[in-house]
């Protein structure tokens, strides 16, 4: 079974950047869907970015440009740089992953996402 867990939230101020880190375990020698949420207090959780097992990326409207999804193969983590953080971008982070079958394509549907960590809360103050 997978599992995930995130690191690296914390506070900083509007234009700072953070890099989180999600370290996974358990995972088959399959493709899989991986990607980030978040969601805020009061508000629905977004899908902020995922990537397919061919490595392409996607990106909500939001954060593009400013953030940066990436895998670090070696150490099994899925990676979120966070360039320009703005106070809006404030919210528990979480990454999450599914197996990607063949003909398969990865999405930022949350409900497919089978594996997920317990989040990591990023705080961004004007």
């Known amino acids: 079974d997978v599992q995930l867990a995130e690191s690296g939230g914390g506070s900083v101020q509007s234009g700072g950047s953070l890099e989180l880190a999600c370290a996974g375990s358990?995972?088959?020698?399959?493709?899989?869907?991986k990607g980030w949420f978040r969601q805020s207090p009061g508000k629905e959780r977004d899908v902020v970015a995922f990537?397919?097992?061919?490595?392409?990326?996607t990106y909500a409207d939001s954060v593009k440009g400013r953030f940066t999804i990436s895998q670090d193969n070696a150490k099994n983590a899925l990676l979120l740089r966070m360039n320009n953080l703005k106070p809006e971008d404030t919210a528990v982070y979480v990454c999450?992953?599914?197996?990607?079958?063949?003909?398969?394509?990865?999405?930022?549907?949350?409900?497919?996402?089978?594996?997920r960590g317990r989040g990591t809360q990023v705080t961004v103050s004007s």
């Open positions: 999450a992953a599914r197996i990607m079958g063949p003909y398969d394509y990865c999405s930022g549907d949350w409900f497919t996402y089978g594996w």
């Open positions: 358990g995972y088959a020698s399959t493709t899989y869907c």
């Open positions: 990537i397919s097992g061919d490595g392409s990326t």
